[in-house]
């Protein structure tokens, strides 16, 4: 069971680049999960990937420390939730009832990608660590900065939009 949680059920198997087709998979996943479940069950299903992924990687490099498989997304599942909840929260304070609107899942992956393969500071730094929990550690800071660049380019756009009016 732990192996198939690291592997997100076998998106970490898709080749190439399988942290990326993990992203896609949470995207598309996220966002059905925010539109008919609702942003609590979005919240909530970040929670359930995070705990289980510390759970499942812990499990499965117990014997090799150091390892970080590139088969293991559930790291980029839970990191890619967290990036999603920024905007899905925002909508959801606001009464929206349908999918995430153009462009915020797209901005959510995207940067979530750049900080994820950049790996500033503490992203970075959670990487180094080079032990089970820097894997999943190192996602949700790159996910945290993902969802807080989202908002801020929401912003940033929708500034000029809001003084012309």
Request: avoid cysteine.
């Amino acid at each position: 069971m732990s192996r198939l949680i690291a592997i997100f059920f076998g998106a970490g198997l898709l080749r190439p680049a399988p942290g990326t087709w993990g992203s896609l998979v949470a995207v598309l996943l996220g966002l059905l999960i925010d539109r008919y479940l609702g942003f609590p069950a979005l919240v909530l299903a970040t929670l359930v990937a995070t705990l289980a992924g510390f759970w499942a990687v812990g499990r499965e490099l117990a014997d090799r420390p150091g390892d970080d498989p590139s088969e293991f997304v559930i790291d980029e599942v839970a990191g890619q939730w967290l990036a999603l909840l920024f905007s899905a929260a925002g909508f959801w304070w606001r009464g929206w009832d349908g999918f995430l609107p153009w462009p915020a899942p797209v901005a959510a992956f995207l940067f979530f990608r750049l900080f994820d393969i950049w790996k500033p500071w503490l992203v970075g730094r959670a990487d180094r660590r080079h032990d089970a929990a820097g894997v999943m550690l190192d996602d949700l800071w790159a996910g945290l900065f993902a969802g807080i660049a989202t908002i801020v380019a929401a912003g940033l756009y929708h500034i000029p939009l809001v003084l012309m009016r």
